[in-house]
């Protein structure tokens, strides 16, 4: 035992690296002062569901160095697969094999000013519960079902541009309620005139300077059958209004029972119900000049994967919107090249074990230098939600015989939003926790890391 401890003690000395290692109470911080995560401070995403594009570019900026740090949106845009631009592997697959990403130049800060209010959750909410639908298909990746979405989103947006004339069901129920209350009105108008025509009956029957009862019963008898033509009229073009905003209504949760003629026309008519409030909100963040035309804003609504819930569905045109924002946000020094000699490599929970994984964890950090980790998971490890989350595990150390691991997240500067046990002055670090690693590791899916 003593010649153990002798060279424990002896093999310390000679590697610092690995005296400052995950089972000692100081351990190892990324975020210290030369560590690769001092300057990359933890972003607020606020409402916005990109905390994988905060856990790829954070790690992909704490690899490549250099004091710069990669656009989280245009981080999104690089990898077009789901509103929060996928999977941080795919990202940084993605950024990779670009060979170039975006620097972070602030220039968006205002968009995002806050956890509570942003762009993003004010355009969901000008958007998402006013019932403009998002396009889909039973079969969208079919041939039929690609090609019938392009016709619709094509249809949809000539109609926004005025290049074709609506017909059917937005003009029957827009045109029909208008025909129904002009024909409700001459209706009135002819009941007004025969209660008049009435009351002059005399039953002298022309006596004294009185009309005869049978000119005015002819009279009456004319405006009657008047009267009963617009009702029938009347009735059509309510009949034409109800079946027209029943369509209406009903097509925002499924397009694909109509027509596409009809599915154009009922994303055309909520689009003219809610395009006013998205002006609204840019002009709001003093951004007017970025806000789409409303060609653009139906076009980019129109989705390829199905969906069972419109307010949900109608919640993704935002992070469409900002993708078609950040396209062309990213040229000439605001680029940063990328080597291409990057791998991105991955551990699954499922295949690999929870073990192995903390074992990979452990040996990255202690790498000299020291290297961030990416890691998928369930957010009830860290808050009481639920729900896929992706972190970066930026430190690692023992405390009375727990290892625990350093979470950086992107839930701003504060641990307000983790479980209280971690929010205390011994856990919480500027927005980052420390969290034991069985529990880390339990609730995870996989873990990401980047190789030369």
């Known amino acids: 035992m003593k010649y153990f401890v002798l060279t424990f003690t002896l093999f310390s000395l000679c590697t610092p690296v690995i005296a400052q290692n995950c089972q000692t109470t100081k351990g190892i911080n990324l975020s210290e002062n030369g560590g ?11 409402s916005v569901g990109t905390c994988y594009v905060h856990s790829a570019s954070d790690l992909l900026s704490s690899y490549i160095g ?4 990669f656009n989280v949106f245009e981080a999104a845009v690089a990898n077009d697969s789901s509103a929060d631009g996928g999977q941080p592997q795919e990202i940084m697959k993605t950024l990779v094999e670009r060979g170039w990403a975006c620097r972070d130049t602030g220039s968006f800060a205002n968009l995002f000013p806050s956890q509570e209010k942003n762009i993003i959750s004010d355009l ?3 958007v998402a519960m006013s019932g403009m639908p998002v396009f889909y298909t039973n079969d969208p990746y079919s041939k039929a079902g690609e090609a019938r979405q392009k016709n619709i989103a094509e249809l949809a947006g000539k109609l926004a541009a005025r290049e074709i004339k609506p017909c059917g069901a937005y003009l029957d129920a827009d045109v029909g309620v208008e025909e129904f209350k002009k024909l409700t009105i001459q209706v009135s108008n002819i ?18 300077g009185t009309r005869a009862t049978p000119v005015i019963n002819k009279e009456i008898a004319a405006l009657v059958s008047k009267k009963n033509k617009l009702e029938i009229l009347s009735n059509k073009a309510h009949e034409k209004y109800t079946n027209g905003t029943d369509l209406l209504n009903n097509g925002r949760n499924n397009l ?3 027509s596409e003629q009809q599915a154009a026309e009922i994303i055309f008519y909520w689009a003219e119900k809610t395009y006013p409030k998205v002006e609204d909100v840019f002009k709001a963040y003093g951004v007017s000049s970025w806000a789409p035309s409303m060609k653009q804003y139906i076009i980019e609504k129109v989705q390829r994967d199905p969906v069972t819930h419109y307010q949900y569905a109608g919640g993704m045109y935002p992070y469409r919107l900002m993708k078609r924002l950040m396209k062309n946000a990213c040229s000439g020094t605001n680029r940063i090249e990328i080597p291409k000699t990057l791998k991105t490599k991955t551990m699954s929970f499922k295949t690999e074990g ?19 980790i990416g890691i998928s998971l369930n957010v009830t490890a860290l808050s009481p939600q639920s729900g896929y989350h992706a972190v970066n595990i930026i430190g690692c150390r023992t405390v009375n015989g727990v290892q625990e691991v350093l979470i950086h997240n992107s839930w701003g500067s504060s641990c307000k939003s983790y479980h209280f046990r971690y929010q205390g002055p011994d856990k919480c670090q500027s927005g ?4 034991p690693t069985s529990i880390i590791m339990s609730y995870s899916q996989e873990i990401q890391w980047l190789e030369k």
């Open 66 to 69: 250099g004091g710069n740090r």
């Open 124 to 126: 969901m909410e000008a």
């Open 432 to 435: 980052r926790a420390w969290i």
């Open 256 to 258: 694909d029972k109509y």
């Open 191 to 208: 009941e007004d005139k025969i209660v008049k025509l009435r009351d002059e009956k005399d039953p002298l029957d022309g006596w004294f």
């Open 354 to 372: 929870a073990a192995k994984m903390a074992a990979k964890v452990e040996s990255l950090l202690q790498k000299n230098p020291g290297q961030g």
């Open 36 to 46: 690769a995560y001092s300057s990359l401070w933890p972003r607020d995403q606020g």
